[in-house]
Every structure is written in C-alpha cells, then in structure tokens.
C-alpha cells in the first residue's frame, strides 16, 4: 500500500521535502492500478496544515481510484521530526472518515490501524465499529519488538490478546 498521503498539491509540499514529488507519488497508484495491480492508498488524518478540503480532496480521490484497500489513521506525533510541537490526529474524526470511507467503497479492504489503538486502547474496536475489516496485529516475538524504534511507540498486542 502506498499511502498518497494528501491530494493537495500544496499540503504535500508543507510535509515533505520539495526532491519528492507530489505528481510522482500519485502517478505510481495511477499507473500500478492502469496495470492491473491491486493498489493500496491512505492518508493520515490531523497532519499539519491538514483542513476540510484536504479531507474532502482525499476522499474524492479515493472515490476515483477504487483502490482494494484504504488505510487510514491519526496522524501521530514523533518527537525526532519538525513536527514535535504539533498535537496528534483527532481520533473522532478518524472513526468519522473511516465510516465515510466505508460507505463510500463497499468492499475495500479497510483496516483498523495501530495508531488508533495508540490514542485510545480500543482503538481498534472503534475502527472496526466504524467500518473496518481488516485487523494487523503486532505478532512480533517481545524480544524483538524492543529493537524496533518504530514499533515502540505503537499499540502492542501480545499472544495471548490475540488468541482470544
């Protein structure tokens, strides 16, 4: 999955550094979806500079895609990027988009992302209470988990969670 981030042209350019290309990004779901690939898209959802029309941009191209999957979730701060200062994405709106998304495309694959399990520990409950179908649980041994930066500051799920 490839997550187009933002379809604004200008929001693009307040995240990332200006070598990435925003028609780049775009054009590869484009052009993977014109070959026959199943594709993948997402954005997160309280990024900085983010508004209504960010969303609703997204949400369009969403619909004109027809991707087999869409991921979703807050955004979530970290604190080694210029966006420390910034507040985490708000978790209501995720649960919002994420049953717009829903009944906007009946049969994608929609998942219920770690980062809403890391604002509220039934995050996931609640993304799958709004539409989502799909769940990725860290099944990652503990030992290894504590070497992976990333995978720290996320929502963990030990074994026996997940057998229940």
Not at 29 to 35: S, V
Not at 80 to 96: A, E
Not at 133 to 159: A, G, I
Request: with cysteine; proline share 5%; glycine share 6%.
């Amino acid at each position: 999955m490839l997550r187009h981030e933002t379809y604004n042209r200008e929001h693009y350019y307040q995240l990332h550094p200006h070598e990435m290309s925003f028609d780049n990004r775009i054009d590869c779901l484009l052009n993977l979806k014109a070959i026959g690939f199943q594709t993948g898209c997402g954005f997160m959802v309280g990024s900085y500079h983010q508004d209504i029309d960010c969303l609703v941009n997204d949400l369009l191209f969403i619909k004109e895609l027809k991707p087999e999957m869409v991921g979703i979730g807050p955004y979530l701060v970290h604190q080694n990027t210029p966006f420390k200062n910034q507040p985490n994405g708000d978790l209501k709106l995720t649960l919002f988009l994420l049953s717009l998304i829903r009944i906007m495309t009946k049969d994608v694959l929609l998942p219920a992302t770690t980062a809403l399990a890391t604002l509220d520990s039934n995050g996931r409950l609640e993304g799958i209470n709004h539409g989502c179908n799909v769940v990725m649980p860290n099944l990652s041994p503990q030992e290894v988990r504590k070497n992976t930066r990333y995978m720290m500051e996320k929502q963990r799920v030990d074994k026996k969670r997940v057998k229940d």
